[in-house]
């Protein structure tokens, strides 16, 4: 499994910009990138992934360096609702299970 | 959209107790779902992939006959700690997906409290 790199922490307010970023400079050619987050008591969630293009969808923005080995999570406005650990994950197509690494907390202040 | 149900949300239980927690898939079949558990301020560990029709698939150091898991049907499986100890007190979580290449769905875990 390839190894993630991400801030234990990150800090942001509310209505403004987050970039959470991860290292994954092991990733295999085949791995997608794959990003969940855990809000607090509950299981996690998906949010979005990616191969090699910039993708975006309506929780989230997922911008993927062209050599594959780091990415961004963009949350373009936080909410108070978006304070959870982010996880970063690098997955094989087809394979199924997910390897959590110890991700992000993200705080948003009011 | 898909929805993995998790039950129960919560048991608090004496010492040697056995619990048994269910894992739905709502909308869709699964053929394969996975038991997470996770400790306070740590992240998600995988303990197995259960496998529909087969045995369940434990990661090392996870010990098949205290983690007994169930997958009877497309849509159902179970995880019955056995002879529940303190130790055993955690986060425990579920997931499946409808395909190999579609995003997991996670249940809302249960936490297990053992006195």
């Known amino acids: 499994d390839a190894k993630t790199t991400q801030p234990n922490s990150m800090e942001s307010n509310e209505e403004e910009p987050v970039h959470l970023p991860c290292n994954h400079s092991?990733?295999?050619?085949?791995?997608?990138i794959h990003w969940y987050r855990q809000l607090p008591s509950q299981g996690p969630e998906y949010v979005i992934h990616?191969?090699?293009s910039n993708v975006n969808n309506r929780m989230a923005s997922l911008a993927i360096a062209e050599d594959r080995k780091s990415s961004t999570l963009i949350l373009h406005r936080a909410t108070l609702r978006d304070a959870a650990v982010y996880y970063c994950?690098?997955?094989?197509?087809?394979?199924?299970?997910?390897?959590f690494g110890q991700g992000t907390r993200l705080t948003i202040n009011p | 959209g898909a929805v993995v149900s998790q039950h129960p949300s919560r048991v608090i239980c004496k010492s040697g107790t056995s619990v048994k927690i269910e894992c739905r898939s709502l909308?869709?079949?699964?053929?394969?779902m996975f038991w997470y558990r996770q400790f306070p301020k740590q992240s998600l560990m995988l303990m197995a992939t259960?496998?529909?029709?087969?045995?369940?698939?434990?990661e090392q150091g996870v010990e098949k006959d205290k983690f007994l898991i169930n997958h009877a049907s497309l849509t159902l499986s179970t995880l019955t700690v056995t002879s529940a100890h303190p130790e055993d007190s955690s986060f425990y979580i579920c997931?499946?997906?409808?395909?190999?290449?579609?995003?997991?769905?996670f249940g809302d875990g249960t936490r297990l409290s053992i006195l």
């Open positions: 997931s499946a997906s409808s395909t190999a290449n579609q995003p997991q769905h």
């Open positions: 092991t990733i295999s050619g085949t791995d997608y």
């Open positions: 990616g191969l090699t």
């Open positions: 994950i690098p997955h094989g197509r087809g394979a199924q299970k997910l390897v």
């Open positions: 909308d869709f079949q699964a053929t394969t």
């Open positions: 259960s496998n529909e029709g087969s045995k369940a698939t434990y």
